[in-house]
């Protein structure tokens, strides 16, 4: 149980174009899902916290109007990256979780976007 | 923001041989949990100890916590190549954020 996919797993785009990210969790319903980005060899960022119905919370540096998140049902949340930069090229993560006593996070496989 | 640090940053043993990292963060916590991620994947979780534990085990694996010294370390048991991981120490807090460390890159030789 507890499955989380994330589509696409890798996506190449140009500057200037907008990408979507959809994060499914699988045999579950997520109220809370989280948004991470990964530079190689780092570490995980948090970027935001996306609540189903309601707006997503960002963390501090992470621009809102770049980086657009909805959770719109139980099981679906995207990540849209606005007007990409080469910059923006990084490995994002979402993953479900924060629930109840439940503390840990299921993660999903990752997307590595490249913006040339 | 990033809390914990990890240490080794990079730890390479032999098949068979134990694994030791440490994790060592900076505010108060209400969990803290250990992830596992192969190359270009996602986070696979491990194991989660609560503050007001000290230690817990789950097959190979041994975590403890330090919570007055602001640490933990994970510990693999008779490690084998599917091992080789990058393993990495996040801090829990109420509101189910999680903060993670820098990681510790694992190689297990055969």
């Known amino acids: 149980g507890a499955v989380v996919s994330q589509h696409p797993s890798r996506v190449i785009c140009k500057s200037g174009t907008s990408v979507k990210i959809e994060c499914r969790s699988l045999?579950?319903?997520?109220?809370?899902m989280f948004w991470y980005r990964q530079f190689p060899k780092q570490s995980l960022m948090l970027m935001a916290t996306?609540?189903?119905?309601?707006?997503?919370?960002?963390e501090q540096g992470v621009e809102k109007d770049k980086f657009l998140i909805n959770h719109a049902s139980l099981t679906l949340s995207t990540l849209t990256v606005t007007s990409a930069h080469p910059e923006d090229s990084s490995f994002y993560i979402c993953?479900?979780?924060?629930?109840?006593?439940?503390?840990?996070?299921?993660f999903g496989p990752g997307t590595r976007l490249t913006v040339t | 923001s990033q809390q914990g640090e990890e240490d080794p940053q990079a730890l390479s043993i032999q098949e068979g041989e134990n694994a030791t990292m440490n994790c060592s963060y900076k505010?108060?916590?209400?969990?803290l949990q250990w992830y596992r991620q192969n190359s270009g994947r996602g986070l696979v979780h491990l194991i989660l100890?609560?503050?007001?534990?000290r230690e817990k085990h789950s097959g190979r694996l041994r975590v403890t916590l330090d919570t007055s010294k602001k640490s933990s370390s994970l510990l693999i048991t008779a490690s084998r190549a599917a091992d080789t991981a990058s393993y990495f120490c996040?801090?829990?807090?109420?509101?189910?954020?999680?903060?993670f460390g820098a990681g510790t890159t694992v190689t297990v030789r055969a």
């Open positions: 100890i609560r503050s007001n534990e």
């Open positions: 045999d579950f319903q997520a109220t809370t």
């Open positions: 993953s479900a979780g924060g629930w109840g006593a439940t503390y840990e996070q299921y």
């Open positions: 996040a801090t829990g807090a109420r509101d189910y954020k999680l903060s």
């Open positions: 505010t108060s916590i209400n969990n």
């Open positions: 996306s609540n189903e119905g309601s707006k997503a919370t960002y």
